[in-house]
């Protein structure tokens, strides 16, 4: 199971922390994601990591805004959002994919958290 936390309201141009934690079947060894949803959009990819947390990918709209990392020690797995915008406002999904290496389609993803609404307002 993945339990996403940390979204919230905040003004644009400030910053938040979602946090992803898996239970049960460690995710230390598979590849993670993040994904965001907006009202009336498709599922969209933000940031992916891999196992070790030694490759990241990022959506070109978040690039050098947000940080993906992960503690494979806390199993958990970490998006540091900053220079926030109103288009960022969305339900933020976290994602593993039973596999090491990471992908960044909505496809590649086997097991997702309930989400948590992040809304920036301007």
């Known amino acids: 199971q993945l339990q996403a936390s940390g979204g919230g309201l905040v003004q644009a141009g400030g910053s938040l922390r979602l946090s992803c934690a898996a239970s049960g079947r460690t995710a230390s060894s598979y590849a993670m994601g993040w994904f965001r949803q907006a009202p009336g959009k498709g599922r969209e990819f933000v940031a992916a990591i891999n196992w070790s947390g030694s490759y990241t990918a990022y959506a070109d709209s978040v690039e050098g805004r947000f940080t993906i990392s992960r503690d494979n020690a806390k199993n958990t797995v970490y998006l540091q959002m900053n220079s926030l915008k109103p288009e960022d406002t969305a339900v933020y999904f976290c994602?593993?994919?039973?596999?090491?290496?990471?992908?960044?389609?909505?496809?590649?993803?086997?097991?997702w958290g309930q989400g948590t609404q992040v809304t920036v307002s301007s």
């Open positions: 994602a593993v994919r039973h596999k090491a290496i990471l992908r960044t389609s909505v496809e590649d993803y086997d097991d």
